[in-house]
């Protein structure tokens, strides 16, 4: 209960309205153009962009993990199932640098993955530092553990829910 209870607080802050501006300054370009130059430079953003929703697994029990990004910052958080409704669940900050994702847990215990990105594939390694077996019950597990992008908006982000069904971001 304690660590449901320090879960939603650490991830109230995940989600968010970032809204997009108008950046539209004269820059000489015909509007068909700008469109043009926006909707590309859109679609190469959401390619690297982190924000989203990444799951896998079946059911009512996928493992989750959401991300959005605010600013120069990357907040997550996540879920994963193991067996007897036993579950690893924390929030932190998260940074990419190529196909590496390093998922930093704010909590009690200290716990930073190195994970793999590649595809919109994000893929645990197998082997986790000690402190991360804190944020899990006696049968749930982070290693190895992959998920799969399947949003890629704030709201989608939304969608992914903690211990008690209360959105992770």
């Known amino acids: 209960m304690k660590k449901s209870l320090l879960l939603l607080v650490l991830v109230t802050g995940c989600g968010g309205g970032a809204s997009e501006g108008n950046d539209q300054a004269g820059n000489g370009a015909a509007p068909a153009a700008q469109t043009e130059a926006g909707a590309a430079s859109s679609a190469a ?3 690297t962009a982190l924000t989203g929703l990444y799951e896998s697994g079946s059911g009512d029990q996928k493992n989750q993990l959401c991300m959005v990004e605010k600013g120069s910052a ?3 958080g996540l879920i994963v199932w193991g067996g007897n409704m036993h ?3 924390g929030a932190g900050t998260a940074v990419r640098t190529d196909d590496r994702l390093t998922l930093t847990m704010t909590g009690d215990s200290s ?3 190195q994970a ?3 595809d919109g594939k994000i893929t645990l390694p197998s082997t ?3 402190g991360c077996a804190y944020y899990c019950g006696a049968r749930a597990g ?3 553990v992959s998920f799969t992008r399947t949003g890629t908006t704030a709201a989608d982000a939304a969608k992914a829910k903690d211990l008690a069904g209360d959105p992770l971001c």
């Open 116 to 118: 793999r990105f590649q």
């Open 111 to 113: 716990c930073t993955i």
């Open 142 to 144: 982070m290693a190895n």
């Open 87 to 89: 579950s690893c669940a």
């Open 74 to 76: 990357t907040q997550f």
């Open 128 to 130: 986790l530092p000690v």
């Open 45 to 47: 953003s959401s390619a």
